[in-house]
Nanobody, 125 residues
Framework: QEEVVESGGGLVQAGGSLRLSCVTS????????MGWFRQTPEKDREFVGA????????LIADSVKGRFTMSRDDEKNTVYLQMNSLKPEDTAVYYC??????????????????WGKGTLVAVSA
């Protein structure tokens, strides 16, 4: 059974850093593009970033560009979201997602093939 599981969330002060991990299992996600999204009770789920199957291409949302980066380690079946200079407005549940293509420019929520259950990031002022 395919599975996408996020971890690494928690409470951090503004200006701090966190690294989220997304571990996949049950199929060969190493050939898939992977993405991160986030959602708060007030907002729809929004795109944060994506990385191609090879790690050679990344796409980062303007709202986090320069602060967040993505990487992947396919030997560990893991995709990472490094979050630096965190702000209170980054507080959200962060979700990992996969598309069954090597790379995509379409990161609408409806284009995802797999979702994790999310991990909560809370940034205090």
């Amino acid at each position: 059974q395919e599975e996408v599981v996020e971890s690494g969330g928690g409470l951090v002060q503004a200006g701090g850093s966190l690294r989220l991990s997304c571990v996949t299992s049950g199929r060969t996600f190493s050939s898939c593009a992977m993405g991160w999204f986030r959602q708060t009770p007030e907002k729809d789920r929004e795109f944060v970033g994506a990385i191609s199957w090879s790690g050679g291409d990344t796409l980062i949302a303007d709202s986090v560009k320069g602060r967040f980066t993505m990487s992947r380690d396919d030997e560990k079946n893991t995709v990472y979201l490094q979050m630096n200079s965190l702000k209170p407005e980054d507080t959200a549940v962060y979700y990992c997602a996969a598309q069954l293509v090597p790379w995509s420019i379409n990161w609408d929520r409806g284009a995802m093939d797999y979702w994790g259950k999310g991990t909560l990031v809370a940034v205090s002022a």
